[in-house]
C-alpha cells in the first residue's frame, strides 16, 4: 500500500516509517497537519496514518479536509491521552480506526492491515438510485417516472453528506456546518425547512420519508434501515 504518514514527532514519525517499509508499504512522511492535507490531496494513498495533535493544523481537521476530498480513504488516527472523547472525536470526523500511544509494533501493524484489507466504499456518488428515483447529483436533478425536479447546490450537498454517511445519524449542526457552511444552534432550524422542501423532490410521500428519515433527538439519518 501507498501510506501517508503525518506525525510530528521525528523519532515516532521515522519509527513508523521504518516499520510500514519494513512490512512492504511505500510510505511518504511529513511532520505537520498543512503538509498532511496538501501531500494527501496532491498524491493517490490507499492509507493515512494521522496524528491527532499536530503543529498548524490539528489531526480532525486534517481528517475532515482528506475526508471531503477522498471518501473512501481509510485514516488511521494515532491518540495519545487515550481518552474516550479523543477516540470519539477522532472517529465522528471520519477516521476509520485509531491506536492509542504508546501502542506496540505489532499493534500498529495489525490495525494497517486490517485497513487495508478492507474493501473501499468509495463511490463516484454522481448518481443515487433508489426505489423508484434516480437522483443525478453531477445535473443536479431528481426523476420520480415522470416527474423531474431541479435540486439547488445546497440540496446536492445535504444528498451527499447523509448518503456518504448512512451508517450513522448526521446532526443538524453537522449539516449546518458542513453543508451550509454556518456554524449555530440558533441556525438549524434552516437545516430543518431545507430537509423538508428536498423531501418533495427526492420522497415518494413527502409525509412518510423513507430516504431521509429523522431521528429524533438526534438530526436525519439516510434510510437507516430497511
Ligand atoms: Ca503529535
Redesign the pocket.
Given at each position: 500500500m501507498r501510506v501517508l504518514v503525518v506525525?510530528?514527532?521525528p523519532s515516532?514519525r521515522e519509527g513508523i516509517s521504518d516499520l510500514l517499509r519494513g512490512d512492504g508499504h511505500t510510505v511518504t512522511a511529513v511532520g505537520d497537519g498543512i503538509a498532511g492535507v496538501e501531500t494527501g490531496l496532491a498524491e493517490t494513498f490507499d492509507l493515512v496514518v494521522l496524528?491527532?495533535?499536530?503543529?498548524r493544523l490539528d489531526?480532525t481537521e486534517v481528517c475532515r479536509r482528506l475526508r471531503a476530498a477522498r471518501p473512501g480513504l481509510p485514516i488511521l488516527m494515532?491518540t495519545?491521552m487515550g481518552s474516550e472523547d479523543d477516540k470519539v472525536r477522532g472517529l465522528s470526523e471520519g477516521a476509520d480506526d485509531y491506536v492509542t500511544k504508546p501502542f506496540s509494533a505489532r499493534e500498529l501493524l495489525a490495525r494497517v492491515r486490517a485497513l487495508g484489507r478492507r474493501e473501499p466504499v468509495t463511490e463516484s456518488l454522481d448518481e443515487v438510485v433508489v426505489e423508484g428515483a434516480t437522483i443525478d447529483l453531477a445535473r443536479m436533478v431528481v426523476v420520480r417516472g415522470d416527474q423531474r425536479s431541479t435540486l439547488t447546490p445546497r440540496e446536492v450537498g445535504i444528498v451527499r453528506w447523509l448518503y456518504q454517511h448512512q451508517d450513522r445519524v448526521v446532526t443538524r449542526a453537522e449539516l449546518l456546518e458542513q453543508v451550509f457552511g454556518q456554524r449555530g444552534d440558533l441556525q438549524t432550524r434552516a437545516v430543518d425547512m431545507a430537509i423538508a422542501v428536498l423531501r418533495k423532490k427526492l420522497e415518494l410521500d413527502p409525509a412518510k420519508p423513507q430516504l431521509i428519515i429523522s431521528v429524533k433527538g438526534a438530526g436525519y439519518a439516510w434510510r437507516l434501515e430497511r
Open positions: 506525525e510530528d514527532e515516532l496524528d491527532l495533535m499536530l503543529p489531526g494515532l495519545a
